[in-house]
């Protein structure tokens, strides 16, 4: 089964539009953290944020904002107004600290093209 | 500024050939992953490392094998490369709890 989905493939939007990507995951650990990844064309994975499951308050950073929502199991990212620059391919993950505490799962990624 | 670096950003081999990837990071992180990245197959685990000469295999350690010498350094070995291995490698390394922290990738070419 899959441990993080994320459902969109691709997002294609228009410059200053706002975007949300979407990201569910499933655990059964009570302690875990969640991340999201931007992976530009230039190939390197970024790291943007990374939640544990203790804390569901949400955050923004600038033009990025996180909703992460345990009743869900969602923590979706949403980017304001966009930007050209913000293309990319963004991934969430999900690290488990008792079960495969070594281990990352990521999701599938899902492409956003921003048009000017 | 933390850095994982990895020793080639694109590499051409032939079918057979011997292959190292090096990865070395300088943030004194105990673990250190090896992952490809295919289209369509998202980020595949390979092998990682949680203590120096200390392995795993991930999800597809077939036709590789991991060396960790040393704690900053993390080598993934292609003994006899096959086509089916052409693939963007990236390595990986983090606290143990934290973020992944990744390098810019290797893309490997196998003729």
């Known amino acids: 089964a899959q441990k993080v989905t994320q459902a969109q493939t691709e997002i294609s939007v228009v410059e200053k539009e706002d975007v949300t990507l979407d990201c569910v995951y499933e655990?059964?650990?009570?302690?875990?953290?969640l991340f999201w990844y931007k992976q530009p064309p230039s190939g390197e994975l970024v790291f943007l944020i990374r939640r544990n499951s203790f804390d569901e308050q949400n955050e923004i950073s600038g033009r990025y904002s996180w909703n992460f929502q345990k009743s869900t199991s969602s923590f979706n990212f949403t980017i304001t107004a966009s930007q050209v620059v913000d293309s990319a391919v963004y991934f969430c993950?999900?690290?488990?600290?008792?079960?495969?505490?070594?281990?990352?799962?990521f999701g599938s990624g899902t492409k956003l093209n921003v048009k000017p | 500024d933390v850095k994982v670096t990895q020793s080639s950003r694109y590499l051409v081999k032939r079918t057979g050939e011997k292959v190292f990837l090096e990865c070395v990071q300088d943030?004194?992180?105990?673990?250190m992953f090896w992952y490809r990245q295919d289209p369509g197959l998202g980020l595949r685990l390979i092998y990682f490392s949680y203590d120096v000469k200390m392995k795993e295999k991930g999800d597809i350690p077939e036709g590789y094998s991991v060396s960790r010498e040393k704690k900053e350094r993390f080598s993934l070995i292609l003994e006899s490369a096959s086509t089916n291995q052409t693939s963007m490698y990236l390595c990986?390394?983090?606290?143990?709890?934290?973020?992944?922290?990744f390098g810019e990738g290797s893309r490997l070419t196998v003729l």
């Open positions: 943030m004194d992180h105990e673990n």
């Open positions: 655990t059964r650990d009570t302690t875990y953290y």
């Open positions: 990986a390394s983090r606290f143990l709890g934290g973020e992944l922290f």
């Open positions: 993950a999900l690290s488990e600290a008792i079960t495969h505490f070594n281990k990352f799962y």
